[in-house]
Nanobody, 126 residues
């Protein structure tokens, strides 16, 4: 069973930056053939797609609300994915989740992802 663990969340002032990390453990074959995604969920809201990256890292894509501010990357040697978040806004406050998908293309729906981390809280103060 693949397991994902996020880290790097915290409290930051508006305009600041944070870098989230997510490390995977479990069957290597499964992980290396999958794409990564980041989602977030604020209280009372649906889970929102933040960004995704293909299994080779050659294709990245983002939700409209974070384009130009967030950057996703992966390091297959470290079985990890990262989310660099810049120019943070109070509306970015949420629990952030990493996830793995078998889908090709640009999957952006939570139902397209198979494995999920437990989430890490990001709070942006105004």
């Amino acid at each position: 069973q693949v397991q994902l663990v996020e880290s790097g969340g915290g409290l930051v002032q508006a305009g600041g930056s944070l870098r989230l990390s997510c490390a995977a453990s479990g069957p290597t074959t499964s992980r290396n053939s999958m794409g990564w995604g980041w989602f977030r969920q604020a209280p009372g809201k649906e889970r929102e797609f933040v960004g995704g990256i293909s299994k080779t890292g050659g294709n990245t894509y983002y939700g409209d609300s974070v384009k130009g501010r967030f950057t996703i990357s992966r390091d297959n040697a470290k079985n990890s994915v990262y989310l660099q978040m810049n120019i943070l806004k109070p509306e970015d406050t949420a629990v952030y989740y990493c996830a793995l998908t078998h889908y090709f293309g640009r999957p952006q729906e939570p139902t397209q992802y198979t494995y999920w981390g437990q989430g890490t809280q990001v709070t942006v103060s105004s």
